[in-house]
């Protein structure tokens, strides 16, 4: 079968790759000159599965009030007079009752979990080198109200198998010894063993070279512009996808499927379809820095809870990144909120890196209210989704390429997650999740 796959980022190039392997002639459509180049280039690098408690929780409508209008706030809603940002913050809401958010947690983890094995298998079928790190993440508190509450996330992952284990200060600096400038402010900490970490745009053009040399077309600087469809009801299919191409010519394209994977733009392109993806995009912040003394720069990836920064060591580097801001398409870089990440930093590694020559750099989170992304199948019969990873698209990413991938070959998963518009196989906990007619 011919698959055209909509978005050349982590979600597009894997889903390309377990396409290909599946026997698929597969073609990826993506606007920019190469793979990797949007949200999936500078972003924290942490194959995270026992992060996988989503923003909308119990605790979120409080603390998100708490934070309205605070600059440096880690998730700030900036009010705007647009419909789709506030149907997406009044999901978030009903995202936010301890049922829901028990249903979207086991989700996340078992999606993450199938990832990480299958990223891991990737890994050693194809050799790509991305500066990957198997040391875990550590999460570290400063505050013992922070700590304290951890206890009962970090039980809740021990309970779906995910070995997150709280552990005192000590034993935090025990664990990165890069931290021990830091130690009288840790209250304790939280470490996953399991966890990974690495540069998710090396991994990414990496898998897209080795996809091309399988046979997979990659059509660059090709924008999509609109769907084309026919019939209605069960017989609705996509006949082609109009696009401008790399001579600024409009031409219509055509395949048998269609995977949409087009991270935060993806639900633009679908509202004419009549498919309502709740997808809002979430602007976050990384600096990158040059590693100058390598013993001072922390090994283990980290999360930082004061600050909600997350760090990840890529070779002779430091990536450093964290914040989310939903104010629209913008991806304007804020002095403010850059430099408040390089003090931070600084504070926390004083003589590890060239802070003065900072790379910063803002990606959009591709978000659903619930954090749980859209994998599965549409209304229309030949066209899937893949698309609204949110904080965890790199961690979701070999999975969710390879879940979709199996959907568009006709057959069920591995994986026991609630795929769009599809049944859960029996015995399974949760009913399948439905996009709004879609
Ligand atoms: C600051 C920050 C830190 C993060 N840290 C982590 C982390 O540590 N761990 C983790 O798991 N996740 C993390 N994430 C989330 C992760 O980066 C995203 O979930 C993931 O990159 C989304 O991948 P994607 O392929 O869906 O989107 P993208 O990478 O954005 O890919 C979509 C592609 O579609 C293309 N496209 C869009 N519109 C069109 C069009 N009209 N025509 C043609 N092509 C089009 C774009 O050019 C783009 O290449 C972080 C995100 C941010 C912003």
Known sequence: MEVMVLGSGIIGTASAWFLRQAGHEVTVIERQPGAAQETSFANGCQISVSHAEPWANPAAPMKVLKWLGREDAPLLFRLRPEWLQWRWGLQFLRECTAARTDHNIRQIVALCEYSRQTLQAVRAETGIEYDHLTRGILHFYTEQRDFDESLRAAKLMRDLGCPRQSIDADEVVRIEPALAASRDRIVGGDYTATDESG?????????????????????????????????????????????????????????????????????????????????????????????????????????????????????????????????????????????????????????????????????????????????????????????????????????????IAEIVSGRQPEVDFAFTGMERPRGAAFPGKQVASA
């Open 199 to 403: 540069d998710v745009y090396k991994f990414t053009t990496g898998l897209a070279d080795r996809a091309e040399q399988a046979g997979v077309a990659f059509r660059f600087n090709t924008t999509v512009t609109r769907l084309l469809t026919e019939g209605a009801g069960a017989s609705a299919r996509i006949t082609g996808v109009e696009v401008i191409d790399e001579h600024g010519v409009h031409r219509t394209l055509r395949a048998d499927a269609y995977v949409m994977a087009m991270g935060s733009f993806s639900e633009q392109l679908m509202k004419p379809l009549g498919i309502d993806l709740m997808i809002y995009p979430g602007k976050g912040y990384s600096a990158t820095y040059k590693v100058t003394n390598p013993d001072a720069a922390p090994t283990v990836s980290l999360t930082d809870d004061g600050y909600k920064l997350v760090v990840s060591r890529l070779g002779d580097r430091l990536r450093v990144a964290g914040t989310c801001e939903l104010n629209g398409y913008t991806r304007e870089l804020n002095t403010t909120r850059c430099e408040a990440i390089t003090r931070r930093t600084r504070e926390l590694f004083p003589d590890a890196c060239d802070y003065d020559n900072p790379a910063y750099w803002t990606g959009l989170r591709p978000l659903t209210p619930s954090n749980v992304p859209y994998v599965g199948k549409s209304r229309y019969g030949n066209l899937f989704l893949n698309t609204g990873h949110g904080t965890l698209g790199w961690t979701m990413g070999c999975g969710s390429g390879r879940a």
